[in-house]
């Protein structure tokens, strides 16, 4: 394989040139083509030479004694193995397990954020491995956009609005005025999933500005739009997003400004849905007074908005935080509704879109097949949704309702993670730490010392992206680049690229050669690569041979030079193009959904109180409404242990913003170290004072690494700052089951003695017996 030119290393945050000095990374060099280079792609650099690396396998003290078995994982010490022994064991309890409890009780949904990686991603290969084996029980969905994932194809047959949405260059040429409901934070457009070579919302966001585009912001942070609109500021209670949008498609109805024509022709159901609307099937019209009432929004001011949104062109977006929340499926629902209503749903500029601001979510590209290592079919079928992971190690033999399916639950005996922080994506972490010690065994793949390794009982230490080759591409999302990502420095200490430890892992379990197919990891390169070329000569687009690729280092796949509109064919002829839900059109009453009966999941839009709100009887307990967003200075918890992330934190802890009057009533000062409790645990943080925030909300980034007090002890208070300490663990409801981390309630309070903070220490170790 020849040498590229100009190496390069592709992350979820950016692309790099690597400068190396004596075996070391010394710099991380932006790539040209990127207008808005991302800071914390810095600490990448003091990552991958970490006194956190994970050096040599690693096997749990008690474990090693004395085998498989429930145990207290995360406080007790680790033992040092030959690779060859880690290798043995892994692929013997592997064994064990498939043929003492059979293939479904090992859980690999190994759910990560997709990796910036192809032939070395840990979760293909997991799967790959385990499917040869006879399968595993797998996760569906995910934590970004799981409610979002399951209640789009039902309203409008895809996930279009999501993944594909209307390109920014329709918008800067169109839009009047854009209604973000949870708003366009840039910080969540640093990092992408699969990767990002260049940053281009930033620029997009300066010219729909420079425009005059009106801009209105319904959020509780004022935080979650940039400086470059002079927006106007709906500060809403958390959770009320779904009554909001119905009291502004009510003032539509009443008033007579809807698109009646639109509504008629494009959607169904409309007349199931206007008894709700309007109060005659429940006594309470959803207007502008009674959203008031919830959100704290005055009725004059959303009355104001709905009349101005049907005589401009606009666009409406939902953040993906805003189907986070107990009956999140609502509120995608209800935008769908709101939009259809305007009846600009298909035209430049107009209708809705969900997670702008998302990564490079809108950016210019074309639908592309992506190099991928194929995983195979999973022989069992088994599978929960990726936020039930508690319930299920927690429930063995129990079930879960599921988008119009019951769902079993196995009897988990080992879990394989390969890939991913469920320390930092899962909520109440008590409760996931409980189900956690009552299985065998844990096997974690891991570069660092990470929450999720420290709560392993094998762990394997695997090489970076500055320390393999790969192939790396983001064409699914939203990223126009092919990477060819070649090692800059050699594996730190004896860490070994995610192939290669599958590949021995496979020979060891009588299936290396179907692993492999006779192929070593340059040979899947090429063989992916030029598979994707192939493809895409199909689309009449041509890329070079995978030599020429490999040497000049990347391809850029250009972009279709007129802008995607979303639902613009639909909008032309709605009998050709016809969605993919049962009736073809956008289904304001979904017949399928009122067929599953969910009591939290009626058939049309619908605000139902959610479990925990800042108008429900707990908050005489817990006043403070918790968001729990994006972090800024990392992508999720990954480099939390970098330079970037660490000079934010607040006397060493994640900075937790509250509103001044807040403080106040708590003689709370700016640095002080405060505990956050919740009906489910407490954590420490450090006290940053803000009018960004509304009264009564506080915000407490996602992504810090888990740091109990007492390692292994499931309700330990978390010195360092992580919210999943405190949020609710239940499903948004019986049709998607996602996250509901936006529902919770918290008090915050002093606390003058904090014990220190050792997410950043190493685990004990011990030294191998004689």
């Known amino acids: 394989m020849n040498q590229p030119t100009a190496p390069l290393a592709f992350t979820h945050w950016g692309l790099f040139h690597p400068q190396v000095d004596t075996g070391r990374v010394v710099g991380l060099r932006p790539f040209a083509a990127d207008p808005h280079p991302v800071e914390f792609g810095q600490s990448l650099i003091d990552a991958v030479h970490s006194p956190l690396r994970i050096t040599q396998p690693m096997v749990r003290e008690g474990w090693l004694a004395h085998g498989p078995g429930p145990g207290r994982r995360g406080g007790e010490a680790f033992v040092p193995v030959t690779w060859d022994r880690a290798l043995d064991l892994v692929a013997r309890e592997v064994e064990r397990v498939r043929n003492a409890h059979g293939n479904t009780s090992i859980y690999a949904g190994s759910y ?28 569906v969905g995910n934590y970004s956009a799981g409610a979002a994932f399951y209640i789009l194809p039902h309203v409008v047959g895809g996930l279009e609005a999501i993944v594909m949405p209307t390109d920014w260059r329709a918008l800067v040429g169109h839009t009047e005025l854009l209604v973000t409901f949870g708003g366009l934070p ?96 429940d006594g309470q019209p959803k207007d502008a007074d009674w959203a008031a009432a919830i959100s704290g929004i005055p009725a004059d001011a959303l009355r104001t908005l709905a009349r101005r949104m049907v005589t401009r062109r606009t666009l409406i977006n939902c953040s993906l935080s805003v189907q986070r929340q107990h009956h999140g499926e609502l509120a995608y629902w209800a ?58 190690l927690l429930n063995p033999g129990g079930s879960c309702q599921f988008n119009g399916q019951d769902i079993p639950y196995p009897d988990v005996r080992l879990i394989y993670w390969a890939g991913g922080n469920p320390f930092h994506h899962h909520q109440d972490l008590g409760k996931l730490l409980r189900g956690w010690q009552r299985v065998d065994t844990v096997v974690v793949h891991d570069a660092w010392w990470t929450p ?36 800059a420095i050699a594996p730190v200490g004896e860490a070994r690229a995610e192939f290669d430890i599958f590949a021995a892992l496979a020979e060891r379990s009588g299936i290396g050669e179907a692993f492999t197919e006779g192929l070593d990891a340059p040979g899947w390169l090429r063989r992916v690569y030029e598979e994707a070329r192939t493809g895409a000569a199909r689309m009449q687009v041509e890329l070079p041979d995978f030599d020429s690729f490999w040497e000049t280092g990347y391809v850029e796949v250009p972009a279709k030079p007129e802008p995607h509109v979303m639902l613009a064919g639909f909008r032309n002829d709605p009998d050709t193009h016809r969605l993919r839900t049962p ?110 925030v509304r009264p009564g909300v506080v915000q407490l980034a996602t992504g810090a690494w888990y740091d109990p007090a007492e390692p292994g002890a499931p309700d330990s208070l978390c010195k360092h700052g992580n919210p999943n300490v405190l949020t609710l663990d239940i499903g948004s409801s019986e049709l998607a089951q996602a996250p509901s981390s936006q529902t919770t309630l918290v008090e915050v309070t002093r606390c003058d003695d904090p014990p220190p903070v050792t997410a950043f220490e190493l685990p004990p170790i011990r030294p191998p017996a004689d």
């Not at 910036?116 to 040869?132: E, F, G, K």
């Not at 509780?220 to 609109?229: E, Q």
């Not at 420290?454 to 126009?480: F, G, K, Q, W, Y």
């Not at 479990?611 to 009887?617: H, N, Q, R, T």
């Open 335 to 392: 935008l769908v509704t709101l939009a259809a209503m305007v009846g600009q749903i298909g035209l430049p500029g107009g209708g809705f879109g969900c997670g702008y601001g998302t990564g490079g979510t809108g950016a210019p590209r074309r639908h592309f097949p992506v190099p991928r290592l194929p995983a195979g079919r999973n022989p069992t079928g088994a599978f929960i949704p990726v936020a039930r992971v508690s319930d299920m």
């Open 452 to 487: 999720v390794a420290r709560h392993a009982n094998i762990v394997l230490p695997c090489a970076t992206t500055l320390e393999r080759d790969d192939l790396s591409s983001a064409l699914l999302m939203s990223d126009r680049y092919i990477v060819a990502n070649r090692a």
């Open 112 to 139: 990560g954020w997709g990796s910036a990686s192809t032939v070395n991603h840990p979760a293909q290969l997991l799967h790959r491995y385990l499917n040869l084996l006879g399968g595993y029980t797998d996760s």
């Open 186 to 281: 840039l910080k969540n457009a640093q990092a992408d999933l699969g990767g990002a070579a260049v940053h281009e919302t930033p620029s997009y966001l300066s010219q729909l500005a420079r425009r005059g585009v009106e801009c209105v912001l319904v959020s509780p942070l004022r935080d979650d739009l940039g400086d470059a609109f002079q927006a106007q500021w709906l500060p809403a209670r958390p959770n009320t997003d779904t009554a909001i949008m119905l009291a502004l498609a009510h003032t539509l109805y009443a008033e007579e400004l809807w698109d009646r024509d639109f509504v008629q022709r494009y959607c169904v159901g409309f007349e199931r849905f206007e008894p709700y609307l309007t109060g005659r099937a």
């Open 583 to 692: 009736s073809g059109r956008i289904e304001i009453y979904s017949e399928t959904i009122a067929g599953f009966g969910y009591a939290d999941c009626p058939p049309h839009p619908a605000w139902l109180e959610p479990a925990e709100w800042l108008g429900s009887p707990l908050s005489a307990q817990y006043p403070l409404h918790l968001v729990t967003n994006q972090p800024r200075t990392r992508l999720h918890s990954q480099l939390d242990m970098g330079r970037v992330s660490r000079a934010s934190k607040i006397a060493n802890r994640e900075p937790v913003w509250m509103h001044p009057t807040d403080a106040a009533a708590r003689h709370l000062a700016e640095g002080d170290v405060v505990r956050v409790q919740s009906p489910r645990g407490s954590c420490l943080a450090g006290l940053h004072i803000t009018d960004l």
